[in-house]
């Protein structure tokens, strides 16, 4: 669990931000599970499948609208834009493959390959780890993963379809996201060389975290 906030060497802690930036990312846990536990009440029921396929639809929506959210509340102007490429690039690869190769869906329809519902949440997932750090993406990445299998357990897609679609929305945002100058969590090792304590640090504009 993070504590306080605290500084670093010749840098001064940015108590404020570090103590918003806590806060918004505790809260982003109770929308992601609100949506996602229903959805995995259903898991195993014989006759849900329609449910779980509708569950994916919404929460491919949500993701990418999370992540967007993300960028407003932290006022990162940058992080917009860089999610916008982001999820274009993903959505370019996506359907430019799938009208390449025309792939049949388990369903009978068409332009299987890739899912461009995997692409779009991991997009947005992956767009979270890299610019706002891991405590915000962990529930984005469980989310991502059940609309992944929504897709083939409502026969939309097949296991490799979601498997590309998830590499190509994860690889355009670990390409074109840089992390957010503000406070990220992370793990920072003990005199020892084998404990670690859990810290808020200020991030530069070149994405390195200044050292103390």
Known sequence: M???CRPTRGVPSP???????????RSMYPPFLAALLPCLATVGDAGATEGIRVAGDVLQLVLPASAAGLTIAHRDHQGTLQFGESATLALATTFGLKYAIHERRPNGGSHSF???HSSICFCSAEFMHRRYGW?????AFAVASFVAYS????KEHYV???LAGAAIGTISSEVLTRPFKGCRLAALAGGD???ARWLWIEIRKDGSAPRG
Not at 15 to 25: I, M, S, W, Y
Not at 135 to 139: C, D, N, Q, V
Not at 151 to 154: H, I, Q, T
């Open 2 to 4: 993070p504590g306080r």
């Open 15 to 25: 108590r404020t931000r570090c103590a918003t930036r806590r806060r918004f990312a």
């Open 114 to 116: 890739p899912s461009g």
């Open 135 to 139: 405590r915000i993406a962990l529930p």
């Open 151 to 154: 897709r083939v357990e409502s």
């Open 160 to 162: 490799h379809d979601v």
């Open 193 to 195: 060389g084998r404990t």
